[in-house]
């Protein structure tokens, strides 16, 4: 049996795993837990899978949850310290599906036990990408990508000789904007942006579907996690998201990772890896589905994926920049009042300033210094922009 530790177990990727390993008990252990604040979701979780130890990040929950699983022989804890521990815990697999950087010191935490690590928290590489792959290097971690355009990509690539990639391409679903006008989806508000047409994701990351921001991080994750070149790097739109994966070598031959869009396809990838593991998800019919529509991403109407790319080319601390000022841009947009064309907006203006600052991305410590710089800074400019309109 397979132990399994999650980290995000209630949030959209740890849940979807959690459904893999359900329709096959007798091959999986959970061994650990971790959540946010979500107090009943973990309970449910760990009375349903009955792991060795659970723990929330949220200190103030820690007596609730205790009390919540008295009587069972499931342990827990609450706090930086507990969540550090779950995550360092002896295992077979650690899937990291903590959302933004918040998950980034767990995961290290699991790197550093060389650990195998199903990766679905993009900030690991998107913030601290060349600190967490040299470390992935010297603990003897191995990274398994979770996201379904990184696991596609990491198929195709079994076998074949990365420096014959001519190029590498990600798709995006177009998300519910794809054919609205730069007008209309300026003004776009948070309902509207979190309707995505493919996929159920959380909020966080439906918000960057929606701008493309989501597709320019996946695109600074793949650069570190393939050794990808960034002008190798680019992306198609494709509505069906049948198609997640794209790879072409200097011999003319184009190879395409194709699944339907259900994230327990690259979920049961990892768990089973290097096997193939039964999801009950038939692949894609072809014949019924006719045809397969693909249309170049519209940088005017779509900045945030530009401002991604440039960052990528840039590299320093631009990339962990990039994500932070994201992060509390989307933040407020989903609080309300904030308007969705300010996201692209507000991560320009920070990483502006940026272009200043020290480059030093060495370490993880670095980054997350660099992370909160970044953060503080954000939250002046909307501080500043909504004294502005108070007068």
Not at 195 to 219: R, V
Not at 268 to 284: F, N, V
Request: glycine share 8%; net charge negative.
């Amino acid at each position: 049996m397979k132990r399994i530790i999650i980290l995000g177990a209630t949030g959209s990727v740890g849940r979807t795993v959690l459904d893999v390993i359900a329709q096959h008990p007798d091959k999986y252990q959970v061994e650990a837990l971790v959540a946010g604040r979500d107090v009943n979701g973990l309970v449910e979780l760990a009375r349903r899978f009955n792991p060795a130890f659970v723990a929330l990040a949220d200190t103030q929950s820690g007596s609730a949850l205790r009390e919540a699983l008295s009587g069972t022989s499931i342990a827990s804890g609450a706090g930086h310290d507990a969540v550090m521990d779950a995550a360092q815990r002896a295992c077979d697999l650690v899937v990291a599906g903590i959302v933004g950087t918040a998950g980034l010191q767990p995961t290290f935490a699991a790197v550093r036990q060389g650990r195998t690590i199903a990766l679905a928290n993009k900030e690991c590489l998107v913030s601290a990408g060349a600190a967490f792959m040299a470390g992935v290097r010297t603990y003897g971690a191995q990274i398994l990508p979770l996201d379904s355009e990184h696991n596609a990509l990491f198929q195709i690539l079994e076998g074949h000789d990365r420096s014959a990639i001519t190029q590498m391409i990600l798709t995006a679903s177009g998300g519910p904007f794809r054919a609205w006008s730069k007008e209309h989806i300026d003004q776009a508000t948070p309902e509207q942006a979190l309707a995505h047409p493919n996929w159920t994701m959380g909020p966080k990351i439906t918000i960057d579907s929606a701008s493309l921001m989501n597709k320019g991080l996946e695109l600074i994750e793949a650069h570190h996690l393939f050794g990808v070149a960034s002008d190798k790097l680019d992306v198609l739109v494709h509505p069906q998201s049948i198609v997640h994966g794209l790879v072409s070598f200097h011999d003319g031959a184009l190879l395409a990772g194709m699944a339907a869009p259900d994230m327990r396809v690259p979920a049961a990838h990892c768990l089973s890896y290097p096997q193939r593991l039964d999801t009950g998800i038939a692949a894609p019919d072809l014949a019924r589905l006719a045809s397969l529509h693909f249309e170049t991403a519209d940088m005017e109407r779509f900045p945030c994926l530009r401002l991604a790319m440039e960052a990528m080319r840039l590299k320093g601390v631009m990339p962990c920049v990039l994500n932070a000022a994201n992060e509390v841009a989307v933040e407020a947009f989903l609080a309300g009042g904030y308007p969705f064309a300010g996201i692209a907006r507000l991560v320009a203006s920070v990483l502006e300033k940026a272009a200043a600052w020290s480059s030093d991305t060495d370490t993880i410590e670095a980054c997350l210094e660099i992370d909160c710089e970044s953060r503080r800074v954000a939250r002046g400019i909307l501080d500043r922009e909504a004294s502005f309109r108070a007068h």
